[in-house]
């Protein structure tokens, strides 16, 4: 990814999936999530990724079985993201050549989501954690395991992320909500892009 952002469009619908999926990869997007518990998840995920140019990575959220990433696969899916470590769906996803990302909380959960093969993790609900709290964490991992804040981040938080060296960040209600206009959804996806790429400017 270009930049450390995944637009996790929770509750969208397959008619409305164009228009927003194209607003966010033209405000400069690399990653976006649709979880499984929206309406027509799979069939959402492949208008997306045959939208998407090669360099953007397209996927779904809130996967829990193996059989959940063969129809990710068979959609055009390359990320997949979950709430919890299943070393069964992280290998699953692993075959299909995915970029992974599974849900932890606990030095547990993250050392077991590196075994079991995580390209990255995704600590949920960071608000909990918090930068500190992650940080911490991120002490015993292996240092190549790139880590993502999740779960109550929105732009006004990278900076104090980016403080510790936390630069991926996955936006959700910060950025869409169910049934929000594209143009809202863009405008929101612009402010986002400008913020992260300040962490630069700012020296974070």
Do not use: W
């Not at 360099?55 to 997949?80: E, W």
């Not at 075959?95 to 990302?101: A, D, K, Y």
Request: charged fraction near 20%; proline fraction near 6%.
């Amino acid at each position: 990814m270009k930049r450390g952002l995944v637009a996790i469009l929770r509750g969208i619908r397959p008619d409305e999936t164009e228009a927003i999926v194209d607003g966010l990869i033209e405000t400069g997007f690399t990653a976006i999530e649709i979880p499984l518990n929206s309406p027509d998840p799979f069939k959402s995920i492949d208008i997306a990724a045959r939208r998407a140019p090669k360099d953007v990575l397209i996927g779904a959220g809130t996967v829990l079985t193996a059989d959940d990433v063969d129809r990710l696969n068979d959609v055009g899916g390359r990320l997949m993201v979950s709430p919890n470590v299943d070393a069964q769906v992280i290998g699953q996803a692993v075959s299909h050549g995915m970029v992974t990302m599974p849900g932890v909380f606990t030095p547990t959960e993250a050392l077991a989501a590196c075994a079991a093969g995580a390209s990255a993790l995704k600590f949920f609900p960071a608000s909990v954690l918090g930068p500190a709290g992650i940080n911490a964490i991120r002490a015993v991992l292996p240092r190549d395991v790139p880590v993502g804040a999740v779960g109550g981040v929105s732009n006004a938080d990278f900076a104090a992320y980016a403080k510790v060296g936390i630069r991926t960040f996955g936006l959700g209600s910060s950025l869409y909500a169910a049934g929000m206009e594209p143009g809202e959804v863009k405008r929101r996806g612009m402010a986002a892009i400008k913020a992260y790429d300040a962490l630069e400017e700012d020296g974070l």
